[in-house]
């Protein structure tokens, strides 16, 4: 068996060296490309997200455009009018209160809301420059661009590691042998499980560690080749040390990957975001957007006094 | 309060102390605990007669003749191979028929059709799974023996699929229901089709479950026989392959050689009891062992 050998990423260093810096590409193109592609598509070239200097990132730099969001369980509105920017290759973390729409929120984004019934969206969000919630983009499609790990760790227990990982490329359409472990082995390497599962990628994914496991979802939602990631609190089922390892990886991903991510866990919040969004619910329960930026700037220097009380510990 | 002490020594050994109303308690306690033992033993008392009698009554008529040779047309002798072979290929054509009428319409009920039309069907099927077996081979009797004017073994195995497709409908619709929907979330997630979700994620993660349930099916199409009566009828003769024509069944042998005047014939009834016994009990600890060996894993 030969495969591809990477080094696994490193924090603040160029991404690959066999892929330079390149041209802009149209958006459509993108869009259109996303779904097909197996092999890791060019990466445009990017600076690490730490040098980044502006809260308000200018529209090249944007992966997600949210705006005028508001979502709805039946009559009840569970997110009024969220509108902000989620960075390129960088994590953005959403923070706030319990039922205040954090997980709505992340779940719109690649329209898993619409697995309940009643749900239902209004505004928009541009990825790309494409609106996701417009009529011109099939949801199956969506989600092979925009990835999700779950709170649970989720592998499929009739699979092995390896099938767990390739899930996703085998389920929709045939691959070639030799392909399908590369990606396997990149997917592993990038979700830093590769030292420790190489040896038995035919063992059972559910004989792995809550940790492991984890990472092999994570693994799993890599496969795809992702742009975004969506992280709904995937590390809050996990011990210390296996949470400690996930933040680690965040850091590593975010230079491949657009990664957002809700936690209750504050602390987490600004370990391992680049920004942070602030949700709250008013007293019609809906919850909303009250701040964003920078994530230092959120924790040290909030400019709404909800915020200040919410990261300081004074409330929720 | 040295005044106090005893006092209260005195009433907490007097509470402890039993009182008539405890004794009372204690007795009426052990007769309920009695009776309830012995109705536990009487749910029981059933299964092992049955199993004893039929053993003890069919071990004589259990043999090589029963087994390998067809009934004579008329008087003793001969063995049961008519319906060995008539059950052989009447319960697989109403398995394939069941199965993926039972299957689909379970993946319907409990992963695409709103909660109003689930109800709806579930009870259709739990009415269906109660209906009196010889109703069902009425109706089939009506629509495809009737017409041909000739007791057929199609309709046979038509008559035994519709009583498997409620039963193997209910069983795959809870199987599914255990699986979490956390995999389902997983599976759509990484841009998988539903089609190709409920497919290869939760009939796959639900797989042993739908074959323990297929298996109760079969072991209960093995076993009937008023739906038979009137639609494959039996009949003496070995029917290989010509399901236009009446063919034999297991229950039904017992049943028409049960009847006879002659005590070999009844004694190959005894037999073939013996024979259905075997085939339905080994069915059912197969599949009880394999969910019990699951549970302790």
Redesign the interface.
Known sequence: MTLQIEPPPSPNSPVDGSTGPQPDVDPVTIAVDR?HDVMPRPLPSIEPAAAAPSTKPDAADAALAVEHLNVYYGSFRAIKEVGLTIRRHAVTAIIGPSGCGKSTFLRTL?R?HE?T?TARVEGSVLLDGIDIMGPDVDP?????VV??V?Q?P?????MSIYDNVV??LR??GRRPKHELDEVVERSLRRAALWDEVKDKLRANGTSLSGGQQQRL?IA??LA?DPEVILMDEPASALDPVATLRIEQLMAELRQRYTIVIVTHNMQQAARVSDETAFFTMGEDRAGYLVEMGRTTEIFTNPKDQLTEDYVSGRFG | MTTLAPVMDRSIAARLVRSPTDARRARTDRLMRGLALAAAIACVIPLAAVIGFVTVNGLGGLNVDLLTKAPKALGTGGGAASAILGSLQMIPLATLVAVPVGVLGAVYVAEFS?RRSANAIRFAADVLVGIPSILVGIFVFTFLVLPFKQFNAFAGSMALALLMVPVIMRTTEEILRLV?G????????????MW??VL??VL??G?TGILTGVMLAIARAFGETAPLLFTALGSRLVNVGDFGKPMDALPVFIYVNARQPFPALNQQAWGAALLLLIVVLTINILVRARSWGRRAA
């Open positions: 779904g690649n898993m697995l019934p199956v499609q969506l989600r092979r990835g999700m779950f649970r989720n592998p499929f227990p009739t899930a996703g389920l929709t979802c799993r939602a795809v | 709103g979490p956390t995999l389902r979330e997983a599976s759509l997630a990484l841009g998988i089709p190709r979700t290869s994620v796959r993660t797989l």
